[in-house]
């Protein structure tokens, strides 16, 4: 090894060395921008009005979220700045619902809820008290579940070349997993909700509670999302409970339109009760 | 001019942020401080801020400030109304009431009916 080559050796390694330290400069400046960068996606997901103002907060919020507490700690700063503007641009869309209530939903939470009135009411009907509103939702989201599954189940079965059958397994993977872990992130806080209730009423008011959480339509999400991941091992099966599913679709909705007729009658119109302080306010009566 | 607060739907995560803005009633409220005292995330948090503004509990304010001098975003301050903060007090000692272990049942509540249990 002669002189040049170790000239080269060192400017290579010099070179190296700055580039990597440039590299690290610009990711790290760049991913502590990412936080801002996601609240900017979520202030798109808010109305025109309040979108200017909310990102201003938001961004006010996350900076000193960022700074002060964690300072020379890049990656937690990173970690609790995602967190933040990842749950910001999860709840914008309910934000943005609290200001106009025809704003669109969360996708994932649009697609489940869709059986909501459906069973609420429908269990609301059979038993004002709530029991029967678990076996209803039960059975509407069974239906509901089953209908997420069935598409991919059905290609699987008509593409009979294994190598074909990837993609719609893929799909239903992703699918899967996306749908759950929206679930888990929405869940969080009314499991701890629940959970906070069960401690300061005791177990036996919790279960009466836990009925009535169910009409809830979060907590509906909640009850959906465990019963597509219970769903999911057992795929083959579907095709035998899609068609009782169908039967008690049919049924819930037959129920539903009696109801409709009796509360009509009756001017009662159906509360559905949230957590807690809802119970005061049982039915809202129409017109006097 | 009159401001009639209106009926909220109450959850345990409204009442949580209602219990840390009425341990200092008076005071301007910070978004991030209540976050952190309540507890919760942010996309929990703010949905329920503004459903509280919406029906008059409390009020919001911008920091006066210039946000190229000071090298930041104003901030958004909140503050209990007057009349939110008896309606926020009712909701909390109801809330407290109903929650009080085999504490008296109020008649006709759903759900609690047929207490069999």
Known sequence: VNGVHQVMALLTGLTVFALGTLFRTEAGTRLERLPLLILRLAARRLPLVMRASQLEEWCANVIDEIHPTSLGLPLTRLVRGCTFALSAWYGARRLAREVEPSAPRNLAVACLVRGWQFSARAGWAADRRGYPRLLCHMIVYGTIGSLFLMPPWLLMSWLAHADMQLLPRLALSVGTVLITVSLLAICQGILASMLEQAACQGWTTYRRQYGLLLADRTANSVALGLILVLIYPSLLTISALASGVVIALACDLILLRLLDRRWKRAGVVPVIPTPLLAQVAPLRRVGG | ??????????????????????????????????????????????????????????????????????????????????????????????????????????AGAPGLAGGSV
């Open chain 2, 1 to 106: 001019v009159s401001t009639m607060v209106e009926d909220l739907r109450m959850t345990v995560q409204v009442a949580r942020v209602l219990s840390v803005m009425l341990a200092n009633p008076k005071a301007e409220h910070y978004g991030l401080s209540v976050l952190r005292e309540a507890d919760l995330s942010s996309g929990s948090l703010y949905p329920i801020l503004r459903r509280l503004e919406q029906a008059r509990w409390l009020t919001s304010s911008w920091e006066t400030v210039d946000a190229a001098e000071a090298g930041r975003p104003r901030r958004r301050y909140y503050q209990l109304t007057g009349e939110g903060v008896v309606a926020a007090r009712n909701a909390l000692a109801e809330l407290a009431q109903l929650v009080r272990p085999h504490g008296p049942r109020r």
